[in-house]
């Protein structure tokens, strides 16, 4: 990722051909958003008027849609080698009542806020963030009165 946006800022006029940034104590997570930030900043250039982006979406060439997909597969391929964890909710289920709420894996809304669903395979109900907000503060409210 690292040679591409080196490649677009020479390119660009916006550093010099011996650039060399110095990464040192800047986390590989902070240089890989910083990077990501630059290409997705350049990626109407990128796909128009690189040099490359004519060339075939092959493997090993130097087309930046190409390398972009070959990153897209790798991500997938990582995040389907390592499980995701349920991030669990606290308060029961409105419908069955039981102790299954999650945040949603594969549903997501606009703002990629994911939505939550029971994980009890007869009850499966689908509530949005702010529906499960709405729903917290009524049963906090009522726990209040009751204590």
């Known amino acids: 990722m690292e040679e591409l946006e080196t490649d677009v800022l020479v ?6 051909d011996d650039a060399d940034p110095n990464h040192a104590g800047i986390t590989e997570g902070r240089r890989i958003t910083d ?3 630059v290409l997705s900043g350049h990626l ?3 796909m128009q008027y690189h040099p490359a982006a004519g060339e075939p979406h092959e493997r090993g060439n130097g087309n930046p ?3 972009i997909r070959g990153w897209h597969g790798a ?6 080698a390592h499980p995701q964890h349920d991030v669990r909710k606290l308060a029961p ?4 009542h039981g102790p299954y709420l ?6 997501r809304l606009v703002g990629d806020r994911p939505y939550i669903e029971c994980r009890d395979p007869d009850c499966q109900r689908i509530l ?10 009524a049963l906090a409210a009522v726990v209040t009165q009751v204590a």
């Not at 289920?93 to 069955?96: Q, S, T, V």
């Not at 529906?131 to 917290?136: A, M, T, W």
């Open 35 to 37: 990077c990501t930030r």
């Open 11 to 16: 390119r660009r006029g916006i550093w010099q």
């Open 102 to 107: 999650a945040e949603s894996r594969d549903l």
């Open 44 to 46: 109407d250039w990128m």
């Open 65 to 67: 849609a190409a390398q």
């Open 128 to 137: 949005t963030d702010a529906e499960y907000k709405v729903y917290v503060k």
């Open 75 to 80: 991500a997938q391929r990582f995040v389907k």
């Open 93 to 96: 289920c409105p419908g069955c």
